[in-house]
């Protein structure tokens, strides 16, 4: 029986896109009060982005407008982008999800990345009044993050649960259901046509989730037969 529902929050929760727009926008914005530009670079670091660009946006947006620049720049873009309080918010599903399920079963995050940022996005979207537990992965290290199973041991302690009585829910099939299988959670793999890893493919079977969905409405049908029927 089903006793906690636990979830992702990258693009599962809401839209990565979003924070990655919302953190373009204070980078830009932060460039303007400091004279280093007077417009332009939002709309190329997005181009970047969108084409598929990872990793070194900053130094490809500032090579193409021309703009020198050093390693202390950048790092001081990367802090501003990171430490930026996000405009995000939920998918629609997902709101549906929790508002569904609350008092149901206990609810809760478990997230990688770095923590100030996910405390920020979790804060953004009201999630630190919504869930009952939230696992940061960045708190106990980076090699700790998913697929580590230290923050699912972490939960099933708080929440005083065994592996059974967990399903998480994610969207990266590389990284969020190894550690649950094994830990004999539930797991269901919810593949949005815009997400990030939409199109990211495994050949081992132990990565993949126990269910696949296109969005968190089809979630109700796998665990609503499962819950015990307690409030929480």
Known sequence: MIKAIVFDLDDTIYPEWQFVSSGFSAVDLWLKQINIIREGFYEIAWHYYSSGYRGNIFNLALDE???????????QMVEKYRRHQPLINMHN??????????????LGIITDGYYE?????????GLDQEMNIIIYTDQFGRNN???SKTPFEKFMYLANLRGEECIYIGDNVKKDFIAANLLHWKTIHVIR???????AEINEKKYEAMYVVRDLYETRQIIEPEIIGERF
């Open 65 to 75: 407008m021309g703009i020198r620049y050093d390693d202390d720049l950048i790092n």
């Open 193 to 199: 046509k815009d997400g990030e890893y939409a199109n």
């Open 145 to 147: 993050w998913k697929p």
């Open 117 to 125: 940022v996910q405390k920020n996005k979790v804060k953004a979207l």
């Open 93 to 106: 599903d997902a709101r549906w999800a929790i508002n569904f399920f609350r008092g149901k079963a206990i």
